[in-house]
């Protein structure tokens, strides 16, 4: 059983560069959520996708945007990126609509460095 | 104020030690809570989740103090693969609603 995947997983980018980033879920999973975690500290909500929509938003400017697929993988992109944008990006799968959890598993997560 | 604090250590301790973590939380419509651990440069993965009436998983004991917001971690006769950094994470919407972390408190395990 397949546990969730991101591509890539090392990324260098320039200041003002666009950047995708990509994820599968677990398999029988339906959500996706984005976490952005910077050195030292713990990841910071992004945004969840359930049902191809954007169910949820943290506390993120428009620059960075989101989207998922019929087959609930989901993609994050962020434009205009900036120095503080190099972090780690985490994707977690989880199920909705199943009461006995609210367990988030995470992948592995891209390691984004803008110079 | 972070919603989530924790004490960022490190703690070192020795093997076998008895070593504990506490967490506070602010807002108190979180329902859910967690323990997560998270080696360097890799992914957190869920330790265990965390009840009101405390809950144990061999060596690792969880308790949650709703009245004071209050969350803890307790691991005994510590092993050197302990070492890792331990994420306090609180839900405020069960059922996957999104997930608040704290800094993490880094936990290292000498011989």
């Known amino acids: 059983d397949a546990g969730v995947t991101q591509s890539p997983t090392h990324l260098i980018k320039t200041r003002g560069q666009q950047v995708t980033l990509r994820c599968s879920p677990k398999?029988?999973?339906?959500?996706v959520s984005w976490y952005q975690q910077a050195l030292g500290q713990g990841p910071q909500f992004i945004f969840q996708y359930y049902e191809e929509e954007e169910r949820q938003r943290g506390n993120f400017p428009d620059r960075f945007s989101g989207h998922q697929f019929p087959n609930y993988s989901s993609e994050l992109n962020v434009n205009a990126l900036l120095l503080g944008d190099s972090a780690l990006y985490l994707c977690a799968s989880s199920i909705t609509g199943l009461a006995s959890t609210d367990t988030q598993y995470f992948g592995p997560g891209t390691r984004l460095t803008v110079l | 104020r972070k919603e989530v604090e924790q004490d960022p250590g490190p703690f070192n301790v020795p093997e076998g030690a008895t070593v504990a973590f506490n967490c506070t939380y602010s807002n108190s419509a979180s329902q859910s809570f967690f323990w997560y651990r998270q080696d360097c440069r890799k992914e957190p993965k869920l330790l265990m989740s965390?009840?009101?009436s405390g809950n144990e998983d061999g060596r690792f004991t969880a308790q949650l103090n709703r009245a004071s917001q209050y969350i803890s971690l307790l691991i005994r006769d510590s092993k050197l693969s302990d070492s890792a950094t331990y994420l306090c994470v609180v839900n405020r919407v069960s059922n996957t609603g999104k997930l608040i972390f704290g800094q993490g408190t880094t936990l290292q395990v000498k011989p």
């Open positions: 965390v009840y009101s």
């Open positions: 398999s029988g999973h339906d959500t």
